[in-house]
Every structure is written in C-alpha cells, then in structure tokens.
C-alpha cells in the first residue's frame, strides 16, 4: 500500500490547497461586484482563510494514519459537504426554500396525519391550506380534506349516538328533569347533526306515553280492589297531573284511599289482638302518616305508648 508521501496523495493534498485557494478568489469577486453585503464578503473570505490550514494539516495528518482510502474518502466527505454550503451561501430565501421544498412538504404532511390522529381538524385544516397555497400541492392538499371531512363526520356521529344512550337512558328511568337537560345540552353540541331532531319533542312524546300508562293502570288496580298498589300508583300519577288534570281522578281517588284505610284499620286491629306488637306499631304509623287527620289516626296515636311498652316487654321476656 502507498505511504502518504506517495504522489498520489501529494496530488490530493495540493489540490485542496488550490481549490480552498479558488474559493478566496470566488469570494473576494462577489464581494467587489457587491453581489453580497462586503462584510459579509469578507466574514466568508475569513472562514474560508482559517479552515484552509486546518483542513490541509487533517488531510495530510489523515494520509499518513490510515495510509490512503479512508483519508481520501474523508477529503471527498469534506469537499462535497463545503461545496453544498458554498452553493446554497449566495442564494435567495426563496431559492432555499425551493431546494428544501420536498423535505418541508414532508413534515407538513406528517404533522396533518398528526393533527387527524389527534382529531384536532381546526389544525388540520390550518396546514391543509398551507401545503396548497403556500407549497402548491393542491391535489394532495383535496385528498387530505377529504379524509379530514369523512373522520370528522365519523367521530362527530360516534359522539352524537353516545350522547343520546345517555338520554334514552334517563328516559326508561323515568328522570325526566335529567332528560330534559341532556336533549338541551346534546342539541347545543351538535347542532348540525341530523340525529338530534326534535330531542325535546321526544322526551315530551315519551313522557305522556308514560302518564297515560300511569292512569290506565291506576284505575285498572283501583277497580279490581287492590288498594294498596293503587295507592302506589296514585302517589306517582300525583307528580304528573296538574290541579285541573287531577279533577278526573279524585273520585276514584277518594275511594282509593278509603278502602286503603279501611284495609290499613283492618290490619292495625288484627296485629293487636294477635299481639304482634312490631307489626301494629308499623302499621300504626303508616295511619298517622297517610291519613293524619282522621279519627282512626288519633285513636293509633292513643295507642302508640301502650304498644311500644308490649313490644320492649315482648323482647325482655323473648
């Protein structure tokens, strides 16, 4: 193998000599056909001017290492990576910017399947136009408008279905408050969506539907007798009617109750001759509650005393 004195290396360290050589001449021309700002001009003649000597010492100094290929491929990395900078040092902004084109395209790209990914489609749509207007890829810049109008049309139909599970859930349990509130706060916030067409009308729809069930049952349980479920059903058909809508009811309704406590009478009676003092004490205080200002509800507050001296009689001795 060559030994870095070899011609073949001198030649290569000459001629480097001779091309940074080449370069200070370049410069000092631009600078006198005032092409580029002189100090500018200048700061170039002077890096070039302090990176020849040490360029030559590391191409000689490389030679005499590695005994020949590795420095020359080195040189030629260090040419080749001088020359680029030296042919982009002259040109425009715009001339840059033509070059780094592709590269910049890229990132835009990438950073717009960022934003989709994201669901971020404001941003999105902010660099869709930038990478029309600004680098001129309108074909690409349609192809991503339409992937950002179908996924977002996607996720908002997604969201818009969720948001109404909630509201039918509210509805088959009866919170109409509730309902109410998600229908107004669903059509604030997807007003465009198809999906949320007359949201009050049907929490109105489902409601009456409800009521009606209501009054059919009532009347149906009151008429066979069983007072106690349609005392049930009167207590919850009560939060539904308004004092006009109630005025059908009442009759049936004061039957109601007084079969209920003529049925509750019946039941306080039998728990005290049978002497199931808990029991009566329940009951007893179902009269007073329900039916405060009746007679049998003060006789059962007469008793109350009596009743509560069995019942802890009753567990001392048990």
């Not at 480097?16 to 700002?37: K, M, N, S």
């Not at 969720?162 to 509210?170: F, K, R």
């Not at 198809?194 to 009151?222: M, S």
């Amino acid at each position: 193998m060559p030994g870095p004195y070899h011609p073949r290396y001198k030649r290569l360290f000459y001629g480097v000599t001779l091309w940074f050589l080449a370069l200070i001449i370049v410069a000092l021309l631009v600078a006198a056909r005032q092409t580029v700002p002189p100090l500018w001009a200048m700061s170039a003649v002077g890096l070039i001017a302090l990176m020849t000597p040490i360029s030559m010492i590391v191409a000689w100094r490389a030679g005499e290492a590695s005994g020949g290929s590795s420095m020359e491929y080195a040189m030629r990395e260090l040419i080749d990576a001088v020359k680029r900078q030296t042919d982009e040092a002259g040109l425009s902004e715009a001339a840059k910017g033509i070059i780094h084109r592709k590269h910049e395209r890229d990132i835009l790209r990438k950073a717009i399947e960022q934003d989709i990914f994201d669901e971020d489609w404001d941003a999105a749509m902010v660099l869709v136009k930038e990478l029309a207007e600004r680098f001129g890829y309108r074909a690409d810049a349609e192809e991503f408008r339409a992937r950002i109008e179908r996924a977002r049309a996607q996720t908002l139909d997604r969201r818009v279905v969720e948001a109404l599970a909630g509201l039918e859930s509210h509805i088959r349990a009866r919170q109409w408050t509730e309902a109410y509130a998600e229908a107004a706060r669903i059509q604030r916030l997807f007003p465009d969506s198809h999906r949320i067409e007359g949201l009050r009308q049907r929490v109105d729809h489902e409601r009456a539907n409800y009521r009606k069930n209501l009054e059919r049952r009532f009347l149906l349980t009151a008429d066979s007798g069983r007072a106690d479920e349609a005392m049930e059903l009167l207590k919850e058909l009560d939060m539904y009617l308004s004092p006009g809508e109630a005025a059908p009811f009442q009759e049936v309704a004061r039957g109601v109750m007084g079969k209920m406590r003529e049925n509750l009478g019946v039941r306080f009676k039998l728990a005290v001759q049978d002497h199931h003092w808990d029991d009566a004490l329940i009951i007893g205080d179902q009269i007073v509650s329900q039916f405060p200002n009746t007679r049998m509800a003060q006789e059962v507050r007469e008793l109350v005393p009596m009743l509560r001296d069995r019942a802890s009689r009753s567990v001392r001795a048990g």
